[in-house]
């Protein structure tokens, strides 16, 4: 295949590359100084932060899988991406996707657990269960798009073998297939709303009763100090999802034909990108404890 030329030349595209770049270092380096921070700082091994590791893990890995090809089409025209390869990017990409929505939900109940069960906090959100719940994040993205890449792969490809995009995305390479798409796409449309629109359920209804709790509470300041302890969650919850819900309802209203690279742009780069500033400027503990372990 050929990924879309890159159209800007000159000192623009020399800008692009520039920003492109260090928002991958940034990204690299933010999401790995989280990770050791936890690891190293015993009054970050709770769940929250447990949870919140799995995810920088997941940043890290999401952006590595679009970023680096991306730095090389803008650089050195470097348009060509074989056949296996172009699976592979696709496969891994909507993988460490659907984990990261699992774990989004996931971390959408520990604040629940934490806020609306607080005395039971320790006993329901247990080692054990921690673990099960990142197991099932990880498996279940795994699983959730086997169905769909095997389809995917025995689609016939003929014409242009031109893909509109900076990745292998799976709708810009619908629009290559011989014949219609139909049953990948029905099988495609019912992944995506299970993963996209079932983990964003699982989040609204923790946040209901969370703001149910939250409204209980009669002292102002109170009510705004437990409030924070999920104001970080919710603001990621906000980015990664405004960009996803947009590239599901592409196949109710079919405008896949005119593709947007927005949305995933926002989630493989900007997203990544925001989650170590999200987790850091806004929570003491954290900042707390870099300064201890640096």
């Not at 990880?138 to 893909?163: E, Q």
């Not at 946040?207 to 603001?235: E, M, N, P």
Request: charged share 10%.
């Amino acid at each position: 295949f050929l990924l879309a030329e890159f159209p800007y030349y000159g000192s623009l595209r020399i800008i692009i590359l520039f920003l492109l770049l260090v928002s991958y270092v940034i990204t690299l380096s933010g999401n790995i100084l989280i990770i050791t921070v936890i690891l190293r700082h015993q009054s970050l091994r709770t769940p929250m932060y447990f949870f919140l590791s799995n995810l920088s893990i997941v940043e890290i890995f999401i952006t590595t899988t679009v970023t680096p090809k991306f730095l090389s089409i803008i650089a050195f025209g470097n348009r060509k991406i074989p056949l296996w390869g172009c699976y592979l990017q696709c496969y891994f990409y909507f993988v460490l996707a659907s984990v990261d929505f699992f774990l989004l939900a996931v971390m959408a109940f520990d604040r629940f657990v934490a806020i609306c069960q607080p005395l039971h906090y320790v006993t329901v959100m247990s080692c054990r269960l921690c673990i099960s719940f990142a197991l099932f994040c990880w498996f279940g993205g795994l699983a959730s798009t086997l169905l769909p890449t095997i389809l995917f792969f025995y689609l016939p490809i003929c014409g242009s073998n031109v893909i509109d995009h900076f990745f292998c995305d799976i709708d810009p390479i619908l629009k290559l297939v011989c014949q219609g798409p139909g049953p990948y796409k029905y099988s495609k449309f019912k992944t995506s709303s299970f993963t996209v629109l079932g983990s964003l359920l699982c989040i609204a209804v923790s946040y209901t009763f969370v703001i149910i709790a939250i409204f209980k509470i009669k002292a102002d300041g109170q009510r705004w100090k437990t409030f924070s302890t999920c104001s970080s969650h919710l603001i990621l919850v906000l980015i990664f999802y405004s960009g996803s819900v947009i590239m599901c309802l592409r196949f109710i209203n079919g405008s896949a034909v005119n593709f947007n690279k927005m949305p995933v742009v926002l989630n493989t780069i900007v997203t990544p990108m925001l989650n170590p500033f999200i987790y850091t400027l806004r929570n003491r503990q954290v900042k707390s404890a870099i300064q201890a372990v640096f």
